[in-house]
């Protein structure tokens, strides 16, 4: 049996971790500095960079960092800085920067509220219930009226993924909350978390893909986030949630 509170990795990994974690974000940042000065690209071609490259290499900087959900004083701390830096550095006009504290903000978030669940079921049950609830928002609630009406508000606190010649797309709050809670839980119940990471990140390009090929503002993201997750781990949700038998 998995002790709720297993480490992700072994001690001798972590240096490894840490030199793939400092090698992945030098590039990431290099490519979104870079990326606003490069010619524009068709729509298409923009879609297939960021949902097979830039997405997937920034999200694998929570992967890397997952190490840090078991430390709640540190997560803590980090949440109130990076959401403090996130906030001065977009008013400042220092968007790359803001983009990055953004990202280390909500995945801060996601670990710490992870705090308040104590059984996986918990976890399953939230994967079962922020599909509609997202799907509500979108379709007929507040995302769609910030969206439609006021993306400044939605530019302001997404994390952007972008495109040569500045074009980018971008997931909420949210979208990235949930993404660093459901990964921490593989992590805490000993589910699998790399594969959590995979299916959960190509459902987000799935997403993408799908928003452009149907030409809609905005598409739901966190029921194809909740997807991935029962993906990777069905079968063992499944075993350890199942009725036994005296």
Do not use: Q
Not at 38 to 60: E, N
Not at 226 to 232: D, H, N, P, Q, T
């Amino acid at each position: 049996m998995v002790e709720p509170n297993a480490p992700v990795l072994r001690p001798r990994s972590l240096p490894l971790r840490v030199a793939a974690f400092v090698v992945v974000a030098a590039g990431v940042v290099a490519w979104d500095a870079v990326a606003p000065h490069i010619d524009p690209v068709s729509t298409w071609w923009a879609v297939a960079i960021i949902a097979a490259g830039v997405l997937p290499a920034t999200l694998a900087l929570v992967y890397l960092a997952l190490p840090l959900w078991s430390h709640p004083r540190v997560v803590a701390a980090g949440l109130l800085v990076f959401l403090a830096a996130a906030i001065v550095t977009w008013r400042l006009d220092a968007h790359l920067a803001s983009n990055f504290m953004k990202l280390a903000a909500y995945s801060c978030g996601g670990w710490l509220f992870l705090r308040l669940f104590e059984e996986l079921a918990w976890v399953v049950l939230i994967a079962v219930v922020i599909p509609f609830v997202d799907a509500i928002s979108v379709a007929a609630g507040p995302t769609k009226t910030i969206v439609n009406h006021h993306f400044e508000v939605y530019s302001a606190v997404a994390v952007a993924f972008v495109a040569p010649g500045g074009r980018a797309a971008g997931l909420g709050p949210p979208d990235i909350l949930f993404f660093a809670l459901f990964l921490a839980a593989a992590a805490r119940w000993g589910l699998r978390p790399g594969w959590t990471w995979i299916a959960m990140t190509g459902m987000y390009s799935l997403t993408l893909v799908l928003a452009n090929a149907t030409d809609v503002n905005g598409l739901p993201a966190l029921p194809f986030l909740s997807a991935g997750f029962v993906l990777a781990n069905g079968d063992l949700l499944w075993k350890r949630l199942r009725p036994r038998k005296a």
